[in-house]
């Protein structure tokens, strides 16, 4: 039996929130940033759903397009029928990961590199991003000055009030055992989890 991709998707509530009336104006579009960069049109995607075609929803969702937009939600100040594109976009992309069609793109399958560094991360360390995680052999792109940071990272940050290393307030501090917990319990409750254990299942080993 073909699965019901609408069904799916009407069940977010970013969906039901993100489209509401759209009359195909092109305000999102113009306002766009991807689109004035790739081949992603905020207009063209409402316009494909608005259709209900159930085989052109799943050639979507296996494509590269509804990975282009950036979130930047430009589109939501702008639509004077209060839709949202970006957001809509979100549902697509759940979708799309919960039914493994998201591996059959290029950008895709980036999903993995995601989940094992930032999704790592956060619930281990409770940082999408750490200093101490930007080594200079793998980001060769934050230049020669970072690896002088990289050398003395305690002591530039320690004079920045960071609180590196060390539990209490600041933005490079240890995060405590307890909140790491309950982050992990919403991953959990909210079916984080269970998306990072598909992503994992549907993208094979490189």
Request: hydrophobic share 30%.
């Amino acid at each position: 039996m073909p699965v019901d991709y609408f069904q799916k998707l009407k069940e977010d509530i970013r969906y039901k929130d993100g489209m509401n009336a759209c009359l195909s104006c092109g305000i999102c579009t113009s306002v766009c940033p991807s689109a004035e960069f790739s081949e992603y049109d905020p207009r063209k995607l409402m316009l494909i759903l608005q259709e209900n075609d159930n085989v052109q929803m799943e050639s979507l969702l296996g494509s590269e397009y509804i990975w282009y937009c950036g979130q930047c939600m430009s589109c939501k100040t702008r639509c004077p029928r209060e839709n949202t594109p970006g957001m809509v976009v979100q549902a697509l992309r759940r979708v799309s990961q919960e039914t493994g069609l998201f591996a059959n793109s290029r950008r895709g399958r980036q999903q993995i590199r995601i989940k094992r560094t930032v999704g790592h991360n956060l619930l281990k360390h409770g940082f999408c991003v750490h200093p101490k995680m930007v080594s200079p052999e793998e980001h060769p792109e934050q230049g020669p000055v970072w690896q002088w940071v990289w050398d003395n990272l305690e002591e530039v940050f320690g004079r920045l009030s960071s609180n590196i290393y060390k539990e209490g307030p600041g933005a490079a501090r240890k995060v405590d055992d307890e909140s790491l917990q309950e982050l992990n319990n919403i991953f959990e409750v909210t079916g984080s989890k269970r998306l990072f254990d598909l992503i994992e299942y549907y993208v094979p080993e490189e």
